[in-house]
C-alpha cells in the first residue's frame, strides 16, 4: 500500500533536511514497538494534520467520534455543530496560539513507513522534504478543517475523555499546567 501525502509540521522554516532523532520524552510503547522511540523522522497524513496546527510546545487534547462512539459521549461535544474534531488548548497559550505560524512540509511519501497510529508515519533515514508552505492563522485554518478551538483554564479536568468513546489525542501534555 502505497502512503498517502505526508507532512511534518515546524516552527523552523529552513529546514532543508531531516535527520532522525529520537523522541524526547520516551513512551512506553510495548515490546515490540519499543524502536519507535529511537532515532526517526516522524510524518503525519493530511487526515491527522489538525493535530499540529498549532506552536510545537502547545499543550493540546483533540476529541472526535470514531464509528464506535456512543450517542453518550458524542451527543453533549457534537450534537448539532459542523465540527469534526475538537481541539483544547489552556488559555494561557491562546495568544501564542493566535499569533504563530507553523510551517507545513510535504515529505516524500516512499521514504516513510505507516506505524499503524493516528495517521503517524516514519522514515529511518535523513529525508528532504519536497515542499513547504507557511501557516499564518492557525485559527482559521483549525476551522478550515471543521476543528473547534476552545481555550479552557487547565487541561487536567480533560483526562475524562481517555475513559470515554470519543477518539482522544493529547501533544505536549508534558507542557500542560498541573498534569501529572
Not at 523522541?23 to 532515532?39: A, C, F, H, I, T
Not at 489538525?50 to 472526535?64: A, T
Request: glycine share 4%; aromatic share 10%; with cysteine.
Amino acid at each position: 500500500m502505497s502512503a498517502p501525502p505526508l507532512f511534518h509540521f515546524s516552527d523552523d522554516p529552513a529546514i532543508r533536511r531531516f535527520t532522525p532523532r529520537p523522541v524526547q520524552v520516551p513512551v512506553e510503547r510495548g515490546p515490540d514497538k519499543g524502536w519507535l522511540n529511537g532515532p526517526l523522522v516522524w510524518a503525519t497524513d493530511a487526515a491527522h494534520s489538525l493535530l499540529y496546527l498549532f506552536p510545537r510546545d502547545c499543550p493540546r487534547i483533540l476529541i472526535w467520534p470514531t464509528l464506535s462512539t456512543i450517542p453518550e459521549d458524542r451527543d453533549p461535544w457534537f450534537a448539532g455543530t459542523p465540527h469534526r474534531a475538537i481541539a483544547f488548548i489552556e488559555q494561557d497559550w491562546l495568544d501564542r496560539v493566535r499569533t504563530a505560524s507553523v510551517h507545513r512540509y510535504a515529505m516524500p511519501a516512499d521514504r516513510f513507513e505507516d506505524i499503524g497510529d493516528t495517521g503517524m508515519w516514519v522514515a529511518r533515514e535523513p529525508v528532504d522534504p519536497s515542499g513547504m508552505d507557511s501557516i499564518g492563522d492557525l485559527p482559521a485554518a483549525l476551522a478550515a478543517d471543521r476543528v473547534a478551538l476552545r481555550a479552557v483554564p487547565r487541561l487536567a479536568p480533560f483526562k475524562r475523555f481517555w475513559r470515554s468513546t470519543l477518539h482522544v489525542s493529547g501533544v505536549r501534555l508534558r507542557h500542560a499546567q498541573d498534569w501529572d
